[in-house]
């Protein structure tokens, strides 16, 4: 399958994951409020995103539509370091989220199998 000729259903798994991701942003959004002026914005172009993502179970074109949106997931799960206001707080969060990255990357592209980063079948993975 040629990624211009990509049509057919997708399983669309990991929008289980990004919503998660949603969901965190959306419950600091009070505290991140004044802190990080484009917090709503940024809240408004992921829940377009997982939108887009949920529409991806009709339509693999809406589903890579919806992965332009999650270059915002950066800026969402980045802002919430500075939600905390002493330091333990800080450096939990940041801590935090480098886990939830490193789980995102496992999960999506390990577990589901997507985008074809690991060619190769691992034992680890089997």
Known sequence: ??????????ANLS???????VLAVAA???PL????????LILALM?????FELWG???????????Y????????????????????GT???RGGVLLWGLLYFVVVYGFLGQGGVFPYSLVVWE
Request: charged share 10%; glycine share 12%.
């Open 33 to 40: 409020k004044r802190v990080v002026s484009p917090i709503g």
């Open 57 to 67: 179970y009709l339509s693999p074109f809406l589903k890579r539509a919806g992965t």
């Open 69 to 88: 949106y999650n270059v915002v997931l950066v800026l969402g799960l980045g802002s919430l370091s500075v939600a905390a206001r002493e330091r333990l």
């Open 1 to 10: 399958m040629s990624y211009g000729t990509y049509a057919g259903q997708s």
């Open 15 to 21: 929008v289980l994951v990004y919503a998660l991701s």
């Open 28 to 30: 600091l959004h009070g």
């Open 47 to 51: 829940i377009i995103g997982i939108s």
């Open 91 to 93: 450096v939990c969060l």
